[in-house]
């Protein structure tokens, strides 16, 4: 990517400002109210469904707004919430989009709107996904873990869109940890040691999950900055456990803001050998270029070309299935959001790779990526 611009610091530090300003307006999300958002409705309407998302998290509780349930303040410990978000009927919303009311409580009707929402402690939380299990017959956890510029309603809306678009066939679960959900750069330094701060809680949780007798099955979601903190965890828990993953199958990594080197590191340390990864990058991510550029210029995992090298020979080393989604591009769509944005190309790519023939390990792979993505 070539050399550090050599440029006076303040005038460094204002491309670092304009940087971290276009990178958060990429990877943030649509407009939305700034309060309330999380206070339930009476009733949705008919035609709308229902996802049920259990959630733990890192984030302080709010005392200042009742819809907002957690706020971006840290918690030295781990907190428990189970929401349910109705999503208007697919003939009146774009699939791929979350669909915000202008102002809460909003119309069921036309948009995504709060059913339930409550605090669990941890027995609760259990007690939750168990009765979940056993409500859905569904024995697959969906873990998801959000990116930058995410407050805890943004993520808790987005991951509901994610499960009910994709039509996953899991228990959704979200690990929401304290990201400032602001556009400065203070906001984005602070949500990076956010995601630090909160690698061993993610770790726990999947330890929790994995001891659930209920559960067969645990897939991990995460989408750009949230890449970093997934990856650290299954690092700390390779480490433990000298690399048994246990009841954790597979691992999606969409967008990874993540260093290129450093990821040769973490995935040494985890093994592929009994976990499938699948990569999901976008070559025209702008959110991606631009954070490269902020660290150093050392390409992010998620902007990097998969058929040039070294990536191509690591990759099929590692037995890493890649999905580049830079083909799937179209006029004003925003690259870093792409795979959720447009699910069902994504699930329509993984269907027509699986069709082309894959090597046996590789075609157990695509099945599985297939079910946990959506059919």
Known sequence: MGEPSRTAPGLRWAVVWSLVTVSALLAGCSTRPQQGV??????????????????????????????????????????????????????????????????????????????????????????????????????????????????FDDAVYRFSQIAHDSKAQAI??????????????????????SANFSRDALENLLELLSNQPGVDEVTVLAHSMGNWIALEALRTRAIRTNRRPGKIRNVLL????????????????????????????????????????IWGGVPRLGDVNPEAEPYRSEFEQDHIEVFDLTSLKTVGDDAHSRAFEDVTSVTAMIKQRFSQGQQLADRDLVTVMKNAVGD
């Open 38 to 151: 999380l206070i339930p409705v009476a009733d949705a309407t008919g035609g709308a469904s229902r996802v049920h998302v259990l959630a733990a998290s890192t984030r302080q509780r709010s005392s200042t707004d009742p819809g907002e349930m957690f706020n971006s303040d840290r918690s030295d410990s781990v907190s428990y919430a189970s929401v349910v978000v109705s999503i208007p009927p697919d003939s009146a919303r774009k699939i791929g989009e979350v669909q915000w009311p202008t102002s809460p409580p909003g119309d069921p009707a036309r948009n995504f709107v709060t059913v339930s929402a409550d605090y669990l402690d941890r027995q609760g939380f259990v007690s939750a996904l168990q009765a979940e299990a056993s409500r859905t017959k569904r024995h697959k956890v969906l873990v998801f873990v959000h990116g930058f510029n995410n407050r």
């Open 172 to 193: 959704p679960v979200l690990f929401t940890w304290p990201s400032r959900g602001e556009i400065r750069l203070r906001a984005y330094t602070y949500d990076r040691e």
């Open 254 to 293: 969409v967008a990874p803001d993540v260093d290129v080197d450093v990821f040769r590191t973490q995935i040494r340390r985890i093994g592929t050998s009994d976990l499938r990864f699948a990569l999901f990058v976008s070559q025209d991510d702008e959110a991606l270029a631009l954070s490269s550029r």
